[in-house]
């Protein structure tokens, strides 16, 4: 993980160097650094399932309540739960992984205005 990290840190520097005159191949490097950092970062959770959904759905709509109880069946079976952690659709997600009470849950959070673009809780 160090050696990934240190690989990410040079493309990072090269790529700033080069800020005026940057291409494609920067740009797929840059890219590619992002989904390295992603896969290192979930690689010990286990069988998961995705829920992500609008961060403007109220909890009094019915499809709050649907995400809730999905989540939670989700977790009952053994899956953790992951989703973007944001309120709405994906907070009734949480709520309902926590609920069952059997499984890891993730949140991953992507804030592109963010130096660190990308940040991952996982919870048990």
């Known amino acids: 993980m160090g ?6 840190k040079q493309a990072a520097a ?10 494609d191949a920067w740009m797929a490097l840059k890219i590619l650094g992002e989904f390295v950092e992603g896969f290192d970062a979930l690689k010990d959770i286990g069988p998961a ?13 019915p499809w709050y309540e649907m995400g809730r109880r999905t989540a939670e069946e989700i977790a009952k079976r053994g899956y953790t739960v ?43």
């Not at 050696?3 to 990410?8: A, N």
């Not at 399932?49 to 709509?61: L, Q, V």
């Not at 926590?98 to 991952?120: E, G, M």
Request: aromatic share 2%; proline share 4%.
């Open 49 to 61: 399932i995705s829920i992500f959904g609008s961060a403007r759905t109220p909890e009094n709509h």
């Open 14 to 23: 090269l790529q700033e160097l080069r800020a005026k005159d940057s291409g």
């Open 3 to 8: 050696m990934v990290k240190s690989k990410l």
């Open 82 to 124: 992951i989703t973007g952690g944001g309120p709405g659709a994906m907070q009734a997600a949480n709520k309902g992984q926590k609920t069952a009470k059997v499984c890891r849950s993730a949140s991953i959070l992507i804030c592109r205005w963010s130096k660190t673009p990308i940040h991952i809780k996982i919870s048990k």
